[in-house]
């Protein structure tokens, strides 16, 4: 393994461990405060955004060689938007469900953009459809009994799914406004500020519950620098480094890393048939990504967080 690629294998595994810890620290925000999915769904891009762009300018300002930005910033700023819709998706359903629930069903969205691409006129191979059914019997396994679920938790299990198609979406969008673009840190930025915009519009409607103690505030800024700017920046560094396929392939170690941390962090068990349905999930990722023709990458949608 060369240098660069063992520091794109490094920056790789810090974007998982990143995206890997917010469910939990929002869990944890929800037992400590009385912070409403949607109050933290704000700060977390109120805080997020000024830390991506001045992390986007100071690297600007540091660059040996400066070229203009070709980031398509309408285009990126309009997926920001539609992003917005996943982000509180996901902040609703981790109110409902376990962490690693979440996690899991949450990566089911590979086999999505499957689905999607068929639709769309993309020729897909046994390989992508064999992914799929890995996902689908990684999701049955995950809940293995609905029955016992209450009304609160199958609500849950429809918002992460939601989360998970408005991902697919995002990624299929993002996969053309990004061809050929060299500035992805600033695309990125302009995405991010979109989402932010869509935030700071409902609060003149609900108004925005501030933290109520010093536990919840550490949280806050956790899920905005460890789960929302250091794994976007991350990614765009090792797919610099390793390329796309090979970044999105390591990066699968997110939903192991995701209950680990939800054991550790909050007590949660994980039984053998979770275990089992995310490696299928994650098996599922993996195939994908080894398709001979027309390779779906999904590294673009890993930034939805």
């Known amino acids: 393994m060369t240098h660069q690629e063992r520091e794109g294998f490094i920056w790789i595994l810090l974007a998982a461990a990143g995206f890997s810890v917010m469910p939990s620290m929002v869990k944890i925000t929800y037992l400590h405060s009385a912070l409403e999915p949607v109050d933290i769904?704000?700060?977390?891009?109120?805080?997020?955004?000024?830390?991506?762009?001045?992390?986007?300018?100071?690297?600007?300002?540091?660059a040996t060689v400066r070229r203009q930005s070709d980031a398509p910033v309408k285009q990126v700023f309009l997926i920001g938007i539609l992003l917005s819709a996943?982000?509180?998706a996901a902040f609703f359903a981790l109110q409902r469900l376990p962490a690693s629930t979440y996690i899991v069903l949450f990566f089911t969205y590979p086999a999505m953009v499957v689905l999607l691409s068929v639709l769309i006129g993309e020729r897909i191979g046994y390989r992508a459809w064999l992914a799929l059914a890995l996902a689908?019997?990684?999701?049955?396994?995950?809940?293995?009994?609905?029955?016992?679920?209450?009304?609160?938790?199958?609500?849950?299990?429809?918002?992460?799914?939601?989360?998970?198609?408005?991902?697919?979406?995002?990624?299929?969008?993002?996969?053309r406004a990004l061809n050929g673009v060299h500035d992805m840190s600033g695309s990125s930025a302009w995405m991010m500020l979109g989402t932010l915009l869509v935030m700071l519009l409902l609060v003149p409607f609900r108004g925005l519950e501030m933290p109520g103690n010093p536990l919840t505030f550490l949280m806050l800024i956790g899920i905005a620098t460890l789960g929302t700017v250091l794994p976007v920046f991350a990614i765009n560094l090792a797919i610099q480094k390793i390329g796309a396929a090979r970044a999105s392939l390591i990066s699968t170690v997110e939903p192991p890393l995701s209950m680990v941390m939800s054991m550790l962090l909050l007590g949660e068990a994980i039984f053998a048939l979770q275990w089992l349905g995310a490696a299928l999930i994650v098996s599922s990722v993996i195939i994908l990504q080894f398709r001979s023709r027309n390779r779906i990458d999904v590294s673009i949608a890993h930034e939805a967080g």
């Not at 830390?51 to 986007?56: Q, R, S, Y």
């Not at 995950?142 to 697919?168: H, K, Q, R, W």
Request: aromatic share 12%; proline share 3%.
């Open 41 to 62: 769904a704000i700060w977390r891009f109120v805080i997020a955004a000024p830390l991506m762009w001045l992390m986007v300018i100071v690297g600007r300002w540091s």
């Open 86 to 88: 996943a982000v509180l």
């Open 136 to 175: 689908l019997a990684g999701v049955v396994l995950t809940v293995p009994d609905f029955s016992g679920l209450s009304v609160g938790d199958m609500f849950g299990v429809a918002l992460v799914l939601g989360n998970a198609a408005i991902v697919a979406v995002y990624y299929i969008l993002s996969k």
